[in-house]
């Protein structure tokens, strides 16, 4: 049988206000369907969309991410130190990581 999945701390910090998807969505000027893929998979979410939500539940950007599951993990790293920047060097080095993943060199 298959375990499910930890929730992302998206969803922990919804549950705890109790509130819903769309509340937060219509809140946050967010797209509702958005906002429920950003819950799945937090490293999906523009910098835009980080900066609101952190806004909301009052906490620092970097507490969206879930807790990565060993210390080697590359990708969280990156955002921790990418969220501490501000927004607009966070914007260049996101749109150059977007960059890197559309060329064929750097994707093999």
Known sequence: MKEKNEKS???????D?????????EDTDINVKSYSR???????MP????????????VPMEDLLQEPKSENNFQYDILHKVMK????RCK???????LMENNE???K
Request: proline share 2%; hydrophobic share 45%; charged share 35%.
């Open 9 to 15: 701390r998206l969803y922990q910090l919804r549950k």
């Open 85 to 88: 920047m501000d927004i607009k």
């Open 38 to 44: 950003y819950e799945k998979n937090p490293y999906d």
């Open 92 to 98: 260049v080095v996101l749109d150059f990581i977007r």
């Open 17 to 25: 206000l109790e509130v819903c998807q769309v509340d937060i969505a």
């Open 47 to 58: 910098v835009w969309a980080f900066k609101r939500l952190a806004d909301y539940f009052d």
């Open 105 to 107: 060199f750097f994707s």
